[in-house]
């Protein structure tokens, strides 16, 4: 049965609880089973790994309940975070980023962000050691291929500590050179900061199927057309009506992961019918929403290397 999601509920705070860890995984604050000695991973005040130049990238795995948020926070260790089921938004300064399920989010070290979970959501994270070579220096989503998906899988159900020349050692080479040739996602959705936006965009992140017109706005923020039009442009790279559809594009990806049917979706973004809703979505992710949302959804030729 679906559930009817508020509209930019996920743009609204959550339930701040602490993740869960998974079967196996330690508490926060809690050691590894196989920490001991000088080889002991470093860890943060909440009780995750930290990499260090041993061990470049660790991980570990939570689990979160439907609308739970991880509050405003930034780390030392780039992260990637990836959702096997369930759907993350990740919020920082400069916009919101929506990573469905067989996605992930590349956060570069030391960024502030916030996360919030639509439908029960199973994290796999992964911190990398700040300076790594090659990798990513923005933040953005990236198309999860099988192969990376495995390998997230097998390190994180590896053993935490690891040498150079293991099979964890080995995993890792293999990661990064995934993540140093990414398939792209249109997932971002810049937020502009000029003033004469704001009630504009306060009012769209509230409820993107709202209607109105740029000219409609104009009146609204007490501005020309043209200048809303120039300021949308320079401060995020899109016209109005393309931010519109981006914004929608974040709320129809939320509820479809909270289980609505596509049709209700449809309505509730504020597209007149399911079919311009469904051509919308091709148009800009090349599938179906079904295929998207599944989890052997395919990842080749979403985006651009």
């Known amino acids: ?16 609880l602490p993740g ?29 790994p930290l990499p260090d130049p041993r061990r470049p990238v660790v ?25 096997s089921s369930g759907l993350m938004r990740v919020e920082t300064e400069v916009g919101f980023w929506v990573v469905p399920p067989q996605r992930a989010v590349w956060i570069p070290a030391r960024m502030e962000h916030q996360v919030a979970m639509a439908g029960a959501t199973e994290m796999r994270s992964l911190y990398l050691l700040r300076g790594l070579e090659g990798l990513p220096a923005d933040c953005q989503v990236i198309a999860v291929s099988p192969l990376l998906r495995e390998l997230i899988a ?59 017109s740029l000219d409609d706005w104009a009146r609204v923020a007490g501005a020309s057309a043209r200048t809303l039009a120039r300021l949308f442009e320079a401060e995020t790279g ?21 289980g609505e049917a596509v049709t209700a979706v449809a309505y509730a973004v504020g597209y007149d019918s399911p079919s311009a809703f469904i051509a919308m979505f091709r148009k800009t992710l090349g599938t179906s929403p079904q295929r998207y949302m599944g989890k052997d959804a395919e990842v080749a030729g979403e985006g651009a290397r």
Do not use: C
């Open 238 to 258: 899109l016209g109005f009506r393309a931010w519109r559809q981006q914004l929608r594009l974040h709320e129809a990806l939320a509820r479809l992961a909270a």
């Open 20 to 48: 869960q860890p998974l079967p196996g995984q330690p508490l926060p604050g809690q050691p590894l089973p196989d920490e001991a000695g000088p080889a002991a991973l470093h860890r943060d005040p909440e009780g995750r």
């Open 1 to 16: 049965m679906s559930r009817t999601r508020q509209s930019g509920a996920l743009l609204r705070p959550g339930r701040p």
């Open 154 to 212: 097998a390190f994180i159900a590896g053993p935490a500590t690891y040498a150079p020349g293991d099979p964890q050692a080995r995993l890792v080479a293999v990661i990064l050179d995934q993540l140093r040739a990414p398939v792209l996602a249109s997932l971002h959705l810049p937020v502009p900061a000029a003033p004469r936006l704001r009630r504009l965009v306060a009012a769209l992140l509230a409820d993107p199927a709202d209607n109105r």
């Open 59 to 83: 991980g570990f795995a939570r689990s979160y309940p439907d609308g739970q948020l991880v509050a405003r926070h930034s780390h030392e260790p780039a992260q990637l975070l990836y959702a």
